[in-house]
Nanobody, 127 residues
């Protein structure tokens, strides 16, 4: 059974930084890709960044130059380094991992199937 465990959320002031981590367990060979999504109150879930196992990366425009997604394939762990945070980055952040049986979600210009989700970690940016 695949499980995703996130950590690293919290509260910061505008311009601050946070790093989120997500470790996937239960895969035989590891997920082909993983991603970070976020959902603010009253808004739809939004794909923020996606990283493929071979290292290709996709970002949405609003986080380019501020967020960096990375991975450690030996640990099935994905990270999201968030810098220059803005109040509009405030949301619950979810880690997601690939599944051929999952639903399609958009991350920027690409779509991919995700079937496994973490429990979410809150990020709050205050001015």
């Amino acid at each position: 059974q695949v499980q995703l465990v996130e950590s690293g959320g919290g509260s910061v002031q505008v311009g601050g930084s946070l790093r989120l981590s997500c470790t996937a367990s239960g895969y035989t060979y590891g997920p082909n890709y993983m991603a970070w999504f976020r959902q603010a109150p009253g808004k739809e879930r939004e794909g923020v960044a996606l990283i493929y196992r071979d290292g290709d990366i996709v970002y949405i425009d609003s986080v380019k130059g501020r967020f960096t997604i990375s991975q450690d394939n030996t640990k099935n762990t994905v990270y999201l380094q968030m810098s220059r945070l803005k109040p509009e980055d405030t949301a619950m952040y979810f880690c997601a991992a690939a599944s051929m049986l999952g639903s399609w979600y958009r991350v920027g210009p690409t779509t991919a199937r995700f079937g496994y989700w973490g429990q979410g970690t809150q990020v709050t940016v205050s001015s």
